[in-house]
């Protein structure tokens, strides 16, 4: 028996947002706490945040948005515990005025030419014991998508893999840590021009796999409409009426639910799924760190150029370099090429990776790029490598991560 009944949001359509009018939880006393990611800085956040807060059955709302982030970058699981976003956050909590919320943003482009400072990513284990929500609303998937190279094609056993190991050990966290969490809602990824429908699907359906035991999905596809009359180059944040309206239709179709099933009137989550675990419980999914280290004598064949900083807004940044193995010096790979992701930048700063040119034979010392580690999360841009290729990365590189030493 699963603890909850997921469902995906049908509420209203692109063309006809829902109303505000009679969508109000009215009577009751809920805590809520709201986490986004970057997709929620183009007014989704704002506006979801803004219609839960006047909501009459809302007593207490804590919203935080942080940019790059995955499921695990909210818990303190290691190597996460102290993961800091450097590419715009946003908190909005209860001030002494009810109306008059504390505010704090600090986001690319505000005021013109802003660029952000790091900021360390809220922990979920705290939040349940501060804030102390009935409810979690929470936004995530779009940074699912950089885990597909080329955008279109799926490895099945790969990044169902990784997808699970993000997220599994979240929502463990979450009906295991002690609290007064009663009801979540996943918001899963809008529709994007950034990766086929297929690669969309896969990651919704991973989602829902995860998560569907615990927590009621709301599909925001089912709500959202690409093109955008108003978004970025990369076809996936968009900002704008769009925006307000994927929020009005969310808060919808949270509201709509909450009335016809009070989580006020629900044990706590954590009971109910102590009493009949969920599947997530009895998977084992998450990859121990057990990652042996492959030693190989090679030649660099091909690399990816460096791109400019401007192309992206993120602290560090991966590019990927490939490799023939001349001698396989542990054993352990049987590859007859390797793909090995250098750092090229690290705290926004750009790395001299000069020393590697094409034809130069190197003593590699790398370890695979699985969730266990630091760069897991981290954009990269590889032009060589085959679809089929895992990434790796050098054992002593694995250092260069700003969170490392901690």
Same mark, same amino acid.
């Given at each position: ?74 818990t303190?699981?290691? *190597? ?5 976003? #450097?590419?715009?956050?946003?908190? !909005? +909590?209860?001030?002494? $005025?009810?109306? &008059? @919320? ?8 505000? *005021?013109?030419?802003?660029v952000?400072? #790091?900021?360390?990513?809220?922990? !979920? +284990?705290?939040?349940? $014991?501060?804030? &102390? @929500? ?15 190279k ?6 099945? +056993? ?16 979450l ?90 009137g ?18 084992s ?39 023939q ?39 590699l ?38 969170e490392?030493?901690?």
């Amino acid at each position: 028996m699963a603890c909850l009944t997921s469902v995906q949001a049908q509420q209203g359509t692109a063309e006809e947002p829902p109303r505000r009018a009679g969508l109000v939880l009215g009577d009751t006393s809920y805590r809520v706490l709201f986490l986004g990611d970057s997709m929620s800085f183009g007014g989704f956040g704002d506006r979801l945040d803004e219609l839960l807060r006047s909501d009459p059955g809302v007593s207490h709302l804590h919203t935080y948005m942080a940019c790059g982030v995955s499921p695990l970058s909210w818990t303190k699981i290691p *190597p996460y515990a102290n993961i800091k976003t #450097s590419c715009g956050y946003t908190s !909005i +909590e209860p001030g002494d $005025d009810p109306l &008059k @919320p504390k505010r704090f943003m600090d986001v690319y482009g505000r *005021p013109a030419g802003h660029v952000p400072s #790091s900021h360390r990513v809220p922990k !979920i +284990e705290t939040l349940l $014991d501060s804030a &102390k @929500p009935d409810v979690l609303v929470f936004q995530c998937g779009n940074n699912f998508f950089s885990l597909f190279k080329d955008r279109r094609t799926i490895q099945e +056993e790969y990044h169902r893999k990784y997808i699970r190991s993000l997220t599994i050990p979240f929502l463990k966290h979450l009906i295991t840590t002690p609290g007064n969490l009663r009801r979540i809602y996943w918001i899963t990824p809008p529709q994007a021009g950034s990766v086929t429908e297929e690669i969309q699907e896969f990651v919704f359906r991973e989602i829902q796999h995860c998560a569907g035991d615990i927590a009621t999905i709301i599909d925001s596809r089912t709500i959202t409409k690409y093109p955008y009359k108003v978004m970025d180059r990369d076809k996936e944040h968009f900002w704008g009426d769009d925006a307000i309206a994927w929020a009005d239709k969310v808060y919808s179709s949270v509201i709509s639910d909450l009335l016809k099933n009070p989580a006020e009137g629900m044990p706590l989550l954590a009971d109910v799924c102590r009493d009949n675990p969920p599947r997530i419980l009895k998977e084992s999914e998450a990859a121990k760190d057990n990652r042996p280290v492959v030693k190989v004598s090679a030649k660099l064949v091909a690399c990816t150029e460096i791109p400019d900083p401007s192309a992206f807004p993120y602290g560090e940044y991966l590019v990927g370099y490939r490799y023939q193995i001349l001698r396989n010096r542990s054993g352990g790979y049987e590859g007859k090429e390797i793909l090995v992701m250098h750092p090229s930048y690290v705290k926004k700063v750009v790395r001299d990776l000069s020393a590697f040119k094409i034809g130069g034979t190197y003593n590699l010392e790398v370890v695979e790029i699985d969730e266990k580690s630091l760069w897991a999360a981290v954009n990269r841009k590889d032009d060589v490598g085959d679809i089929e290729m895992i990434p790796y990365i050098q054992v002593a590189d694995e250092k260069l991560h700003p969170e490392y030493a901690k």
